[in-house]
């Protein structure tokens, strides 16, 4: 059978690896991605996944070359994934509408945030510390994986069933970044804390620092709406991101 050569970059990952244990490909800090095919067109188009809400990760798990756990990938690093493949299967130029206007941005311009390894607590481990600002309380927390969002998104999906007015959301994805509150690690006393002395303000002020010091790739851009006045604005990631036709 004839072999068939196809071309692949590498996508530098913003986490920079530092996150990943030893021995892990990811801590290269880097993986090998091939070229969208026809093949990747039908995992866009299959209407399964696309009413699963699984479209993206089977594209992107399809798309990786290096034999990495895509369960490890820090959410980060995964966009910075989902950036590269749409660049590398339909080129830098992705335009959208948004308010009646048809708007172009060019994808290689967008910003990407590497990580401060100064912030780590101890080497090859996805552990930080925040002194929440208005209690004094002490808390460590990670940044969250695929496997971690998968988690919180069954959670999230649970509750709804149960009162589909209760999703908890926010308490929900807090639980699972926390790791420890004034030095116990106990899950049950994170999920009290949470539930219950856990401050609107002081939640806030976490939620702040843990974007601020989240690599990835910021996909907001800047929108000039009336002439000398611009807003942000988030560029949609959705089916046409990939197949603007579609």
């Known amino acids: ?11 530098e990952l913003p986490s920079k690896g530092l996150l990943y244990p030893e021995g892990s490909p990811l801590a290269e800090g880097k993986i090998e991605m091939k070229y969208m095919t026809a093949k990747e067109e039908d995992i866009l188009t299959n209407q399964n996944y696309i009413r699963q809400g699984t479209v993206i990760d089977k594209l992107l798990r399809s798309l990786v070359v290096s034999k990495i756990n895509f369960d490890d990938l820090l959410i980060g690093d995964k966009d910075a994934i989902l950036i590269a493949s749409r660049i590398l299967g339909y080129g830098k130029d992705y335009t959208f509408t948004y308010s009646g206007e048809s708007i172009t941005t ?15 607590l101890s080497p090859r481990t996805n ?3 925040f002194e929440l600002p208005h209690s004094g309380n002490k808390i ?17 999906a649970g509750y709804k ?3 589909k007015n209760e999703g908890k959301e926010l308490t929900t994805r807090m639980k699972h970044m926390i790791l420890s509150v004034n030095g ?12 219950n002395a856990f401050l609107a303000k002081d939640a806030r002020a976490f939620r702040e620092y843990y ?10 851009i800047q929108y000039e ?9 988030e560029i949609p990631i959705n089916a046409t991101f990939f197949w603007p036709d579609f």
Request: glycine share 2%.
């Open 225 to 233: 709406f009336i002439e000398g006045m611009e807003e942000d604005l």
């Open 127 to 129: 552990e930080f510390a």
């Open 140 to 156: 460590t927390f990670k940044l969250l994986t695929q496997k971690d969002d998968s988690i919180i998104e069954k959670e999230i």
């Open 1 to 11: 059978m004839a072999e068939f050569k196809l071309p692949t970059e590498t996508v």
């Open 106 to 120: 060019d994808l290689t311009e967008l910003n990407e945030k590497f990580l401060d390894e100064s912030l780590i």
């Open 161 to 163: 069933k149960l009162n």
């Open 211 to 220: 974007n601020q010091i989240n690599p990835g790739i910021n996909t907001t």
């Open 184 to 195: 116990d690690s106990e899950r049950s006393t994170i999920s009290s804390f949470v539930d």
